[in-house]
């Protein structure tokens, strides 16, 4: 396995992680340890007290290129060990620390591991005071004060140790100490390119949606040396992240809902088949879909749309409802048009076919004439976690919405995709009868605002945050007040 440290500057930090790795109980031949300098002002060098196997790598930094997440892609990319531990510059491990991440590897190829963390704000060991009391068995009694972050740690309890992550789980990645299978980091393309800073929870959320399973391991103790830029930088790093995050983590829709802007990543990626549709009742379905600000979709509208190349009249158009459709929306970006046959059967493998998975988490089908709810629909499954909720009309009409991590196992298990959901995650159908009793009445809208309370709250961990749920709150109480009259 490879141990991944990307660093600018900070040698006296770095040389504690590297006395702290020489410490290790796991055997030193089986890992590798990779030092990057990201253009430090002194250049970084191997101290003494290091793992056998460490090597220095220096990073080339350029206008277009620079910075831990393009140092840490740039050189994981060529790294052939089977599992990658990336960590911080400012860790020190106790010694089984690594044996407890790899661990898991050894079972299983699908998980990604989290080290477990506390901070302290003084230290005063040098590198061999460290290595000699690791060695002693003292990694706990180095610190008799320390720090965590209490929202981390009440998010793990709350989620049974991500067992049930819900959509929100993506938050406890950290990039401090985390080790993946070398075969999903490159699946996943690495870090986001595009981002500075917050590279790691970016890449927790495409953990998450590409049906990879985090494990907080309560066991791989460590000290975070200081405390984080964010804690110490809050308003500035928030300014910074928050819209760039935002870009490809449709769950920060608190953040989206502050302006009206198109997003890289859309909530919703949404399939319908529109031989049996009119304009005004996909418009009602995305409406609908929408409600909550901050939220978007992209559609990918299925039709014989070559049909409507050949000679009409206007005054007796039998392509009328179709022609109306692609009329309006073909300069539309968040609107793709796919050709089918006029007499297709639309199965539930061939909607499977037009999803390429992403980082988007659900992925709806609706056929034209359908009048369900896709918005509650869309809740009715996170409410009961399967990883696919559908209805069915009298006329056979299907809606249904697919869970992106569901489809992204379902899809990596071999054989039939839709067999696979059923078993890893569980299928609920229900007639629109059916469905419409879930969502009627006094007792569905208490429920309902009991699940947006409780999701909007577990969000709160800031003044601004609070702030911004009780004016999300606030107008959800106005808009109801106003359609009541």
Request: proline share 4%.
């Amino acid at each position: 396995m490879a141990v991944v440290i990307a660093c600018k500057d900070g040698q006296e930090k770095l040389d504690l992680v590297l006395a702290s790795l020489t410490s290790q109980s796991y055997p030193s031949r089986l890992f590798n340890v990779y030092v990057i300098d990201d253009g430090s002002s002194t250049p970084i060098t191997i101290p003494s007290i290091s793992p056998k196997k460490t090597r220095l790598l220096k990073y080339k930094n350029s206008p277009s290129h620079w910075g831990k997440t393009a140092a840490t892609n740039h050189f994981a990319a060529g790294l052939k060990e089977d599992v990658l531990w990336f960590i911080d510059a400012d860790m020190v491990f106790e010694p089984d620390h690594l044996a407890h991440h790899m661990k898991w590897h050894h079972e299983a190829n699908d998980f990604a591991v989290l080290g477990w963390k506390r901070f302290v704000d003084h230290w005063d060991y040098t590198p061999a005071m460290l290595f000699e009391s690791l060695r002693k068995g003292g990694f706990h009694q180095l610190h008799s004060q320390s720090w965590s972050k209490e929202l981390w740690e009440e998010r793990v309890n709350r989620t049974q140790d991500l067992v049930n992550p819900a959509l929100e789980g993506y938050r406890t990645f950290v990039g401090a100490t985390f080790s993946i299978m070398n075969s999903q980091w490159k699946k996943l393309g690495g870090y986001n390119r595009e981002l500075i800073t917050g590279e790691d929870t970016e890449l927790g959320w495409r953990i998450f949606t590409n049906g990879l399973r985090t494990v907080p391991e309560r066991e791989a103790h460590s000290w975070h040396l200081g405390f984080s830029t964010v804690e110490k930088n809050k308003e500035s790093i928030h300014r910074h992240n928050d819209p760039a995050l935002a870009q490809f983590i449709p769950e920060m829709h608190s953040v989206r809902a502050r302006y009206e802007f198109d997003w890289k990543v859309p909530t919703y990626q949404v399939f319908v088949d529109s031989r049996n549709l009119t304009l005004r009742d996909l418009l009602l379905r995305r409406q609908e879909l929408l409600a909550v600000n901050g939220t978007s979709a992209h559609f990918t509208l299925m039709g014989p749309w070559k049909l409507l190349r050949s000679r009409y009249s206007p005054t007796a158009d039998k392509f009328a409802d179709l022609r109306e459709i692609h009329s309006w929306l073909k300069a539309d970006e968040s609107y793709t048009f796919v050709e089918i046959d006029s007499e297709i059967n639309m199965t539930i493998d061939s909607v499977v076919e037009l999803i390429e998975p992403s980082a988007t988490p659900h992925y709806i089908f609706i056929e034209g004439s359908s009048k369900v709810d896709l918005k509650h629909l869309v809740d009715l499954q996170i409410t009961q976690g399967h990883g696919l909720v559908g209805v069915v009309d009298k006329e056979d009409n299907r809606a249904f919405v697919i869970f992106a991590p569901a489809l992204s196992r379902a899809l990596t298990s071999g054989g039939d995709v839709y067999e696979n959901i059923s078993a890893q995650w569980g299928l609920n159908w229900m007639t629109d009868e059916k469905f419409l009793q879930l969502n009627a009445g006094r007792k569905s809208r208490i429920k309902r605002f009991n699940r947006f309370l409780k999701r909007e709250g577990k969000k709160i961990n800031s003044p601004a945050q609070l702030f911004i749920f009780i004016q999300k709150l606030g107008k959800l109480i106005l808009r109801k007040v106003l359609r009541n009259g």
